[in-house]
């Protein structure tokens, strides 16, 4: 009778500790009009959902359910949705977080349309995968702030704007699951702070890009620069610009011809590797290909982040 108790115990334990190990994926599919998700889910799903796809529309308030009402969320496909405006008190504004300057933004803000909002995401710390979409233009001011779990953003090649702090403090440490985002080089301008300690890996700059204060403060995981330009950026106006970087691991690329002049400009100088591409069709990216409309193969390889990130 001892034995068969102590079988039993050993057995429930290793059933708890299995399922400790393996937590369990609940996966749930929207279709909505704007402001509609808190009501396309019950109390539970929202308490349990761990990936979401929203196809329809979505506004501030949808981000907002997403953000303070689902614990769980850790992968979102909002790839299929349209973002239009919204105006009221309902929105992904926080009044109170001291030690933060918002500007003139306060509860009764103005939601622009394809925007994903400001502060979205904040502090969605079990938030790991995230495909925003197609029709999206600006990414918002701290709107993945504090996200210590993202690994993959798939940012589509219609963004042109990403916001202050944008992916502050997203100090993910994985050396088996690095994080995996690609700036396009559709993107003409980084807010201050933007980056500031993400793990990047690769970042495409146009020629008409411009790059605030401390955009890539502490990227010093970054791989590749691509540069769109002959004519090299002052950096001397911000000491921190490549603050951190690994200037022996990181290559930088430029325009066949510019390799002098950025191997002879302050800041720039200090890559080690500097190799000149044909930029006449420039490299298609990891998020270029995502933004073209294949679905099918979006679908493949966004599926496979999510097995690689969820493990469900």
């Known amino acids: 009778m001892k034995n068969t108790v102590l079988i039993s115990l050993m057995l429930l334990s290793s059933f708890v500790s299995a399922q400790k190990a393996s937590p369990r994926t609940n996966t749930k599919t929207v279709t909505i009009e704007a402001g509609g998700l808190s009501d396309a889910l019950s109390a539970k799903e929202k308490q349990t959902v761990t990936n979401l796809k929203v196809v329809g529309a979505i506004d501030a308030r949808d981000f907002k359910i997403m953000r303070d009402n689902m614990p769980q969320l850790k992968s979102l496909d909002i790839s299929r949705v349209n973002i239009p405006s919204y105006a009221g008190e309902m929105g992904t504004y926080i009044e109170d977080l001291s030690g933060y300057a918002f500007g003139s933004y306060d509860e009764n803000t103005t939601y622009l349309e394809n925007t994903i909002p400001l502060m979205a995401f904040w502090g969605c710390g079990n938030l790991t995968f995230i495909n925003l979409p197609l029709s999206v233009e600006i990414i918002g001011d701290y709107a993945f702030k504090g996200c210590s779990s993202l690994t993959s953003v798939i940012i589509p090649s219609s963004v042109q704007k990403i916001g202050v702090a944008a992916f502050l403090d997203c100090f993910y440490e994985d050396e088996n699951n690095k994080p995996s985002l690609i700036i396009p080089s559709s993107v003409t301008e ?34 590749s620069i691509h540069v769109y330009s002959n004519n090299p950026e002052n950096l001397d106006i911000d000491d921190n610009f490549f603050n951190h970087i690994n200037y022996t691991y990181c290559t930088l690329y430029v325009p066949i011809g510019a390799k002098n002049i950025y191997r002879s400009t302050k800041k720039w100088e200090n890559f080690v590797n500097i190799v000149e591409e044909n930029q006449s069709n420039k490299p298609v990216n990891m998020v270029e290909e995502y933004s073209k409309p294949k679905l099918e193969k979006r679908e493949q390889i966004q599926n496979k982040f999510r097995t690689k990130n969820i493990g469900g």
């Open 190 to 223: 980084i807010g201050e702070d933007a980056f500031n300690g993400y793990l990047l890996t690769k970042i495409n700059i146009s020629s008409t890009t411009k790059i605030s204060k401390d955009a890539f403060f502490s990227c010093d995981h970054l791989t």
